[in-house]
């Protein structure tokens, strides 16, 4: 498949994607959420956290997607639940605030690039998006992508990094963990 056409085909998907989910699981979700909330705080959690691996699950099914038929560079994977939890496949999806993308202020040039108000989702001015089980990241597709953490950060390193994103390193501080 052309190019172009793949690329058209992932702004289709990735439309019909953020309609139909977002729109009825955030209302529904909502909604659950205030219920147990004023009856029941255990069953509040318990349902946030489901919320938030069903989540993770749909990132995991969409990116199986992207592989196979929307960039369709490994349309005959089969990955099972061993190797999809060994992330043993082509490609990598690094999200940002985990150890592979520490800095948390990242969210915000996603956000500029994504434009997540338009599905609903918000940014707390830490970084956190709302609704809680919102998902965002990277796709990686080259074949030596595999996941990584960052070691320490050492002051030179840090102020480096500072000084490319046009920030004190005092602000990165905020972002950035040592």
């Not at 995991?60 to 997607?65: C, G, I, K, S, Y």
């Not at 490994?74 to 099972?80: F, I, K, S």
């Not at 595999?146 to 990094?161: E, L, M, S, V, W």
């Amino acid at each position: 498949m052309p190019f172009a056409r793949r690329l058209r085909a992932s702004r289709r998907f990735r439309h019909r994607l953020r309609r139909s989910v977002c729109h009825r699981c955030r209302r529904k979700n909502r909604k659950i959420i205030a219920h147990y909330q004023a009856t029941d705080h255990y069953k509040a959690l318990l349902y946030r956290s489901l919320a938030d691996r069903i989540a993770e699950a749909a990132a995991e099914l969409v990116h199986a997607r992207v592989r196979k038929e929307i960039w369709g560079y490994a349309p005959d994977e089969h990955v099972d639940c061993r190797r999809a939890l060994r992330a043993s496949y082509r490609g990598i999806r690094p999200a940002v605030g985990y150890p592979s993308l520490p800095d948390q202020s990242a969210i915000f040039m996603l956000d500029r690039l994504l434009r997540l108000s338009e599905i609903g989702i918000s940014l707390t001015a830490n970084g956190a998006m709302s609704p809680p089980s919102s998902i965002c990241g990277l796709m990686l597709a080259h074949p030596d992508a595999h996941y990584f953490t960052i070691g320490k950060i050492y002051p030179d390193q840090r102020a480096d990094y500072a000084a490319r994103r046009g920030i004190s390193v005092e602000q990165l501080a905020k972002w950035l963990p040592e």
